[in-house]
């Protein structure tokens, strides 16, 4: 395989096309055969670090290969030789690509191409044909690096696996951004994985093993065929900022777990400093991109929204966007609520709002960590589950799914109701839900113990229907509180736990 910047070329890079196009950066690549490859695929790009490459004094590398024996659970380690390091067909590597290929000043830029010298497969006159058993014995919950063998697209749903999550992660430099595919859902289309594509897997439940045959490959009518098959109900999100966006995904399943389970995707850290991120906060504080969850369940489930700059999380203003409720029965509600302001949106009656992305910020319980910064002069951050984990009131939005096959979630309240505060215990704020089944003054009121009014959530008249109020408790000492609902007549209260 040689580089070639004029001529027409195959695939090597992140999508189906004939050019390696974008900027400088990250790629996840694939060995098209076992042995020392990566002179054979790297010689006509700049390469550094290591022996045998085009900077071997650098003090960077700029390839890596991944780790999954280490302590952490995976990590990757930089490229040693670059003519006698060795690479397993179906093994993935990560190669941060230049523009000025020989690095004398002149960026040759993009695209880049890669030419075929006549080979159906792999590289170095060599056929790679027959099954390629990428992994084997890969344990619960660590992360394999594999790829795509072959010069043609093949398809994760047609590929053998055994003690594998469903979910497949293929990095796109070109977003910043993981895509997804789980057999059902994501932005990976259809699971297709382009020639020479690096992807990740994770173990579930031990002795993950993963096998590449050209059965898997990919006919060229595979997306038609795959359309009539049914599959889970879903709702896609999509966060933008100006050119930036990113995707999380609810997933109705009857096959999936209140748990973490093989059908769920978890939220990888992207390959880059700057980006936006949006993902669900599912089981033990777990970041998802792809949610999946039973079907016929009621659940609350945090929504976060990240912006980074340079490696900062910031603050900024973004279109939360939505598709796919439609496809959902009428008995499925689901409502996005903003905890800071109280507005509970019913996702059919909108397709999008604009929605505050708020900075990130290192509290004394130690919930986030640092991401690092990435550089040449060290390794990439690890794409494992982002690095930090939020508890539930952290998270300003959140989506409220509701579930009754007979449709009464639709109808109006029949009595006043007072719901418990969620969460419960609470620091600093609380969501508190009511209900008024008629037009009505209503005042919902907190309490201490001695009696004293703390704060007035509401004081007015409210219609018929189904309302939340969020209580912020930041400037009060922990302890017992007590809701006080006054509608017409009636009068209702709750306690509730302050824990600072």
Do not use: C
């Not at 098209?32 to 071997?56: A, I, Y």
């Not at 505050?356 to 690890?382: H, M, W, Y």
């Amino acid at each position: 395989m040689r580089l070639n910047n004029n001529e027409s070329s195959h695939v090597f890079f992140n999508k189906v096309s004939q050019r390696i196009t974008g900027s400088e950066g990250f790629r996840t690549l694939s060995a098209p055969v076992s042995g020392p490859v990566f002179d054979d695929l790297l010689s006509d790009f700049w390469t550094q670090g290591f022996t045998g490459s085009d900077g071997p004094s650098a003090s960077a590398v700029n390839v890596w290969v991944w780790d999954e024996t280490l302590d952490t659970g995976g990590g990757w380690t930089g490229l040693k030789d670059q003519n006698n390091d060795n690479l397993d067909a179906g093994q993935g590597f990560l190669f941060y690509i230049y523009s000025d290929d020989d690095f004398d000043g002149t960026p040759e830029g993009f695209p880049k191409g890669l030419t075929n010298e006549g080979v159906l497969y792999g590289g170095n006159l060599t056929r790679n044909t027959g099954s390629v058993q990428a992994v084997s014995n890969l344990e619960d919950g660590r992360f394999f690096l594999s790829g795509n063998p072959y010069q043609q697209t093949i398809d994760w749903d047609m590929v053998t696996t055994s003690g594998l999550s469903n979910t497949v992660y293929v990095y796109d430099h070109a977003s910043s951004s993981w895509r997804l595919w789980n057999g059902t859902s994501g932005d990976l289309t259809d699971g297709l994985i382009a020639p020479f594509q690096g992807f990740f897997v994770q173990g579930n439940g031990g002795n993950g093993s993963l096998t590449i045959e050209e059965a898997d490959i990919s006919p060229t009518d595979a997306t038609f065929y795959k359309a009539n098959s049914a599959k889970p109900l879903a709702v896609e999100f999509t966060l933008e900022k100006e050119d930036q966006a990113n995707k999380t995904w609810l997933n109705f399943n009857e096959h999936a777990k209140s748990a973490f389970d093989p059908y769920d995707g978890l939220a990888l850290q992207p390959l880059a400093n700057s980006y936006l991120q949006l993902y669900t906060i599912g089981p033990e504080n777990t970041n998802l991109n792809i949610n999946a969850f039973p079907n016929a369940q009621d659940i609350t489930i945090p929504l976060s929204m990240q912006l980074y700059e340079d490696g900062s999380s910031v603050e900024s203003k973004g279109t939360l966007g939505w598709s796919g409720i439609d496809q959902l029965p009428d008995w499925y509600k689901i409502s996005l609520v903003d905890t800071k302001t109280g507005q509970k949106i019913d996702l059919r009656e909108r397709a999008s709002i604009e929605v505050e992305i708020e900075e990130v910020v290192q509290n004394q319980e130690k919930d986030f960590k640092k991401r690092e910064n990435i550089s040449l002069a060290g390794n990439p951050p690890n794409p494992v589950p982002v690095a930090y984990k939020f508890k539930n009131e952290n998270t300003r939005y959140k989506l409220e799914i509701r579930y009754s096959e007979s449709g009464l979630d639709d109808e109006l309240p029949t009595s006043v109701n007072l719901q418990q505060n969620y969460p419960n215990p609470f620091n600093p704020a609380t969501m508190i839900e009511y209900d008024v089944p008629n037009r009505a003054e209503v005042t919902l009121e907190i309490y201490d113990m001695l009696g004293r009014k703390v704060a007035t959530l509401f004081n007015g008249v409210r219609s018929a229907g189904t309302y939340e109020a969020t209580f912020n408790a930041g400037k009060l000492a922990s302890g017992l509180y007590m809701s006080r609902l006054t509608v017409g007549n009636t009068v209702l209260t709750k306690k509730m736990m302050l824990v600072k």
